[in-house]
């Protein structure tokens, strides 16, 4: 195919792709983009590239996908639309690497096949939420170097060679799930050349020990996070395969069927599995013998396409423990990457429809249809709430679902309607510590401690290894003016969260109502040199400094917290009171005290200064 056409046809890939994601562009961060990006102080700090490359800054060592982020936080900060419009474009990009790919297989109609990658529904998770640029960075990469391994294939230039390797390299440091690589392309040089020669797949065996070292650390790295949820993995081998075997159904059936596409499946019960659950099993190994069969009888492609989209679904059948399975063994982001070649098969099986006019015709409207249901589903992504609500919509008994719309509205100042949620939760999940806690912590912003203490009690009761339980239940017993038991809960959680501040604060305020001032105020500086930029703790510490008549540090630190945030009120209310009481007259305080009613605190202003 010549340049000019293929120049055309990645334009219109782009195209195609960025107007079936319209709504992205006015979408916000949902789920975990905060612990993943906006809150992760490697993407942050100017030096954090350091950090990236030689720790684990955020739950896996992804460090070509952080360097993605910390560049682009160069560039716009935390602005969304720079993000989810680098992800698309990524999408895009993926999609005409797809028509190289199957260009070079020969395979019909492949550029047909990369518009129905880069609108189809299914995808929508991996693009926009941005956390998922671990897909569609790591699939870039993967893909190209499919593409270079491909072209080696016919050219033998150890140039290319590296090319691919180094691809491969960089996809492996985006997500690990690209491991199944070398094994897919081993699959398709069966399929090109029956039988195999092993001297043929030599060069694949780089890939293989790359792929298996860095597949490794992430083994190890989820173990660890699986171990902080582990009863929610406790399943024998023959559930597993049960799993697997759904799962392994599930997508092909998902890619044909896009409806519904929910952000959090219902979870497979195979914990109270039937002998009649064998029937995915069942089919699984009926459709594997058929397929065999086929290949035996030289049709090799519908094998080499299961084949591959098997090996590449692998991760994430259950066979290992991924802590995205304690919310649901099934994910549409799980399938980005392995619906290629179930799609490839698409051309294919048009060729029963008889003319070629229609067989276009088809191909159109199935394209204009799967890019108006993307877009649909991409709207369902425009912020947290929403996505949690079409959640619900789709799948009432998502306890993940109701839990973080609790969270969310409790956030936000709601606790009425943050506890009818938490209800919810614990509809769906009886036995959740996490939802009792979030609970706790709504009563408590309603200042009924005496209903926030029994479901704190029951959440420690739940898991006694749960940390934030303690912290809130310190609260709890602090506002309940039980100040010894709150003081054991605070060091509870402090024994394994060292570096949380807002727990030192906690334990401060405490202290302060057992005349602990010094106590607090040692907690509160550790708080501060914790988070120096946070205005509310300094404005904390210097009212135990104004307590201890410190009046000079008290000072300084209301000068700092003003200066850090100019609309935090209680800050010009203590340094009002400050003024009075090193002037012995209201001038100086009245001048503060009317700037905190300004910002909505007028106690002192109206009873002082006459509301003057």
């Known amino acids: 195919m010549d340049t000019r056409r293929l120049s055309l046809l990645f334009v219109g890939i782009v195209l195609l792709t960025v107007v079936s994601y319209g709504p992205v562009f006015r979408a916000g961060y949902v789920w975990d983009d905060d612990a993943w990006l906006t809150e992760n102080p490697a993407v942050h700090d100017p030096a954090g590239l350091h950090t990236i490359w030689t720790s684990v800054p955020r739950m896996q060592y992804y460090p070509m996908l952080f360097t993605s982020w910390w560049v682009e936080y ?5 602005n969304p639309l720079g993000y989810h419009l680098v992800n698309v474009l990524l999408h895009a990009g993926n999609a005409f690497l797809i028509g190289l790919i199957l ?34 960075l790591s699939g870039l990469f993967a893909l ?13 230039r150890p140039r290319t060679y590296v090319i691919a390797l180094a691809l491969f390299a960089c996809a492996l440091l985006t997500k690990t799930a690209t491991a199944t690589l070398p094994v897919a392309l081993a699959v398709i040089a069966a399929w090109r050349r029956w039988p195999p020669k092993l001297r043929g797949l030599a060069p694949l065996l780089p890939f293989v020990l790359l792929a298996l070292a860095l597949a490794s650390v992430t083994i190890v790295l989820e173990k660890g996070m699986v171990e902080v949820v582990s009863t929610d993995f406790s399943l024998s081998p023959w559930q597993r395969l049960l799993v697997a075997s759904r799962g392994l159904l599930f997508y092909p059936l998902k890619l044909l069927v896009p409806y519904p596409l929910i952000f959090n499946y219902p979870r497979f019960d195979v914990e109270h599995a039937s002998a009649a659950a064998a029937w995915a099993p069942a089919m699984g190994a009926g459709v594997a013998s058929g397929l065999a069969l086929l290949w035996r009888r030289g049709w090799r492609g519908p094998g080499c396409a299961a084949l591959v989209y098997a090996v590449t679904i692998f991760p994430a059948l259950g066979f290992f423990d991924v802590y995205a399975f304690r919310f649901s063994f099934v994910a549409d982001h799980f399938g980005y990457l392995a619906s290629i070649p179930l799609l490839a098969l698409l051309p294919g099986a048009s060729r029963w429809v008889p003319r070629r006019d229609l067989r276009r015709g088809l191909a159109v409207g199935t394209v204009a249809v799967l890019a108006l ?13 929403t996505l949690w609500k079409d959640t619900i919509a789709k799948n ?10 609790a969270t969310l509205l409790s956030e936000s100042e709601r606790p009425d309607a943050a506890i009818a949620e938490f209800g919810e939760a614990l509809r769906c999940k009886p036995g959740s510590a996490e939802s009792y806690t ?23 009761t739940l898991d006694p290894t749960y940390p934030q339980a303690y912290l809130n239940r310190g609260d709890a017993l602090s506002a309940a003016g039980r100040f010894e038991e709150a003081i054991a809960d605070f060091d509870r959680f402090l024994s394994t ?6 727990a030192y604060r906690s334990r401060a305020m405490t202290r302060v109502q057992m005349g602990q001032d010094q106590a607090a105020l040692d907690d509160l500086t550790r708080a501060v040199a914790i988070d120096p930029g946070s205005a509310e703790l300094r404005a904390r510490r210097a009212f135990v400094l104004i307590r201890m008549t410190r009046h000079d540090a008290a000072l300084a630190d209301l000068d700092e917290a003003t200066r ?14 400050l003024y009075k009481r090193l002037d012995g007259n209201t001038s100086r305080a009245c001048a503060e005290w009317r700037t905190a009613c300004g910002l909505g605190d007028c106690r002192f202003f109206k009873a002082e200064c006459g509301g003057r």
């Open 497 to 502: 969260n060292p570096g949380y501040a807002l």
């Open 396 to 405: 009432p008994d998502s306890w993940i679902a109701h839990h973080n719309l």
């Open 438 to 460: 979030g609970r706790g912590l709504a009563y408590l912003k309603m200042a009924r401690a005496d209903l926030a203490l029994p479901d704190l009690d029951r959440a420690v």
């Open 74 to 78: 160069r560039l716009y900060g935390l």
């Open 564 to 577: 850090l945030d100019p609309r935090l009120a209680i800050g010009y209310v203590l340094r009002g009171g």
């Open 103 to 136: 260009l070079a297989l020969e395979i019909p109609g492949a550029f047909w096949v990369a518009a129905l990658f880069a609108v189809h529904p299914m995808h929508v998770e991996s693009v926009a939420w941005v956390t998922e640029r671990k897909n569609v």
């Open 373 to 385: 249901l993307t877009w649909r589903q991409a709207a369902a992504y425009h912020d947290e709430a």
């Open 144 to 156: 190209g170097a499919t593409l270079a391994y491909l072209r080696f294939e016919g050219d033998r």
